[in-house]
């Protein structure tokens, strides 16, 4: 099966292995780790990589199939409360809604070292900075926001309340590479919370409904994939090592600072509340702990392939930064 398609399995069974009514810790945790291996391999993320330098040329939004909307139903939904579950899909709604923010900021970032990577996210704009064109990555995800808040009508019986995020602008420093690599990071764990989440969703879910939050994984694994390795070529000293630590130190040294816009504790914590963290069973945090780990799991040996031959053979040498040093700022 190919990562773009969808086919339901005999009955019995679904896109995550067998479906039980009420599944517990092992079963879920079964569940998890048989989406990953349908949706995250080695070579799909290849694949997804060596796509995107096509898509700088002619770029072309991922077709979805046709969603059968009449047929989503709350019994799709198993193993976790289904007002738990909707408020997470409100969650997810308020935190995918600001996506022009989210890409204009990217785009900024960009553009004076990679302005192929600047238009794929950000697009083109006038002198104004008015969008006259999207890129790529907003087309793909700007859809995400109206099929969410499908879900959450079709699940609860009324439209989401929601409250987005405001995204935070660009904010540049007298160092603009270290910004960008901070500002990097940040987006590639934000690709990844999202593409675990959905994951994660998937495996309390059956059907049409688990077919739409698997459309949604798609999207999340490829953005994610070709931020990370674009950023590894950008960046060509770093490495998967090199990357936690780095998300590890920015934690540290903004712990005192938790209210921090733009801090990934402030992430973090911003993200527990709008997921209704505290209603969750502790199975369900362990769960999604478990998603976490398959995923990363699959990103550490692919990242391992991302070679400085095999990068520079995927988007060419490095233009030089005209800063005489391509390390980031710590």
């Known amino acids: 099966m190919t990562a773009t398609s969808v086919h339901l399995p005999a009955a019995g069974d679904d896109l995550a292995g067998p479906w039980w009514p009420a599944p517990g810790l092992v079963q879920t945790n079964h569940r998890i780790a048989t989406l990953t291996r349908r949706y995250v391999t080695a070579e799909h993320l290849c694949d997804r990589l060596n796509d995107l330098p096509r898509q700088f ?14 047929t989503l139903h709350p ?44 238009q794929f996210v950000g ?16 087309r793909e995800e700007k859809r995400h926001t109206p099929v ?8 609860s019986g009324e439209p989401p309340q929601s409250v987005p995020h405001t995204a935070r602008p660009y904010t540049p420093s007298d160092d603009p590479r270290a910004d960008l690599y901070r500002h990097g990071l940040h987006r590639i764990a934000t690709e990844y919370g999202a593409a675990c989440l959905y994951l994660w969703m998937m495996a309390y879910t059956t059907g049409p409904l688990q077919a739409v939050l698997g459309e949604l994984l798609i999207d999340e694994i490829n953005h994610m994939t070709k931020f990370w390795g674009f950023g590894r070529w950008a960046y060509g000293e770093t490495n998967v090592g090199m990357i936690a630590s780095t998300l590890a130190q920015a934690m ?6 938790p209210n921090l816009q733009g801090s990934l504790i402030h992430t973090l914590r911003r993200m527990t509340a709008e997921l209704a963290w505290d209603q969750w069973h502790l199975r369900h945090r362990l769960t999604l702990l478990y998603a ?16 400085p031959t095999y990068l520079t ?17 710590r």
Request: charged share 15%; hydrophobic share 35%; aromatic share 12%.
């Open 57 to 70: 040329q002619t770029p072309q939004p991922r077709r979805w199939p046709r969603i059968a909307w009449g």
């Open 75 to 118: 019994d799709q939904v198993s193993g976790i409360c289904l007002d738990t579950f909707c408020a997470i899909l409100l969650g997810t709604i308020n935190t995918e809604a600001p996506i022009r923010g989210y890409t204009q900021a990217s785009r900024q970032y960009l553009e004076q070292f990679y302005p192929q990577m600047a």
């Open 123 to 138: 697009g083109t704009v006038n002198a104004d900075g008015q969008v006259l064109a999207p890129g790529l990555w907003e």
């Open 148 to 155: 969410l808040s499908l879900l959450y009508q079709r699940l």
């Open 252 to 257: 540290v040294q903004k712990w005192r600072q």
């Open 292 to 307: 976490f780990d398959q995923v990363m799991r699959v990103l550490w040996r692919w990242d391992q392939t991302l070679t």
């Open 313 to 329: 053979n995927l988007f060419g040498p490095n233009p030089p930064t005209g800063r005489g040093d391509r390390s980031p700022s």
